[in-house]
T-cell receptor, first 114, second 115 residues
Framework: DAMVIQNPRYQVTQFGKPVTLSCSQTLNHNVMYWYQQKSSQAPKLLFHYYDKDFNNEADTPDNFQSRRPNTSFCFLDIRSPGLGDAAMYLC?????????????FGDGTRLSIL | AQSVTQLGSHVSVSEGALVLLRCNYSSSVPPYLFWYVQYPNQGLQLLLKYTSAATLVKGINGFEAEFKKSETSFHLTKPSAHMSDAAEYFCAVSDWAGNNRKLIWGLGTSLAVNP
């Protein structure tokens, strides 16, 4: 089945130690999104790529970076994680920017900060 | 800017009872609306979407939603709740982000199903 895969499912890192989360997709979708979701909250969009075009949300901290080396893969880099960055990180894809296209989500990576 | 309001952060129903989760939207143009479900420690799964075709939309797992322009609503219903329906439900509307589209999310409704 075509899908969105996030690795690892659980990640533990130390305060201030850089961490990278990965996302891959077999849907061949143009758009890839990264969300941060804290407990009992809605997902918060961090940024998205339309092909190679990077779009950052205005309130995304500079601590968060992303890379998309090819259509299938996208990475979220957190340069110096703080305790407030502990959350579920969700990757999603969609088929272009046409109206009405749904987003397809991976199962997320739960990040813990020690 | 478009927005979504989900009335009731927590809803509790008995198994076999009607499920009604409320969503109201604000949009200056015909909206594209979505309902997603999230089970614990999982990603979000699309239940159904409205894209200006039929106003009554049928989704997976027996859920459906009716788009009512006059009420700016897109409430989610299921005739008979199952224990497996216990989850978090999010309503979302599609909006523009530069040249692309993004989803504007409601705050979510946690559904509990009691035996």
């Amino acid at each position: 089945d075509a899908m969105v895969i996030q690795n690892p499912r659980y990640q533990v890192t130390q305060f201030g130690k850089p961490v990278t989360l990965s996302c891959s997709q077999t849907l061949n979708h143009n758009v890839m999104y990264w969300y941060q979701q804290k407990s009992s909250q809605a997902p918060k969009l961090l940024f998205h790529y339309y092909d190679k075009d990077f779009n950052n949300e205005a309130d995304t901290p500079d601590n968060f970076q992303s890379r998309r080396p090819n259509t299938s893969f996208c990475f979220l880099d957190i340069r110096s994680p703080g305790l407030g960055d502990a959350a579920m990180y969700l990757c999603a894809t969609s088929k272009g920017s046409q109206s009405g296209q749904p987003q397809h989500f991976g199962d997320g990576t739960r990040l813990s900060i020690l | 800017a478009q927005s979504v309001t989900q009335l009731g952060s927590h809803v509790s129903v008995s198994e076999g009872a009607l499920v009604l989760l409320r969503c109201n939207y604000s949009s200056s143009v015909p909206p594209y609306l979505f309902w997603y479900v999230q089970y614990p420690n999982q990603g979000l799964q699309l239940l159904l979407k409205y894209t200006s075709a039929a106003t009554l939309v049928k989704g997976i797992n027996g859920f459906e939603a009716e788009f009512k322009k006059s009420e700016t609503s897109f409430h989610l219903t299921k005739p008979s709740a199952h224990m497996s329906d216990a989850a978090e439900y999010f309503c979302a509307v599609s909006d523009w982000a530069g040249n692309n589209r993004k989803l504007i999310w409601g705050l979510g409704t946690s559904l509990a199903v009691n035996p």
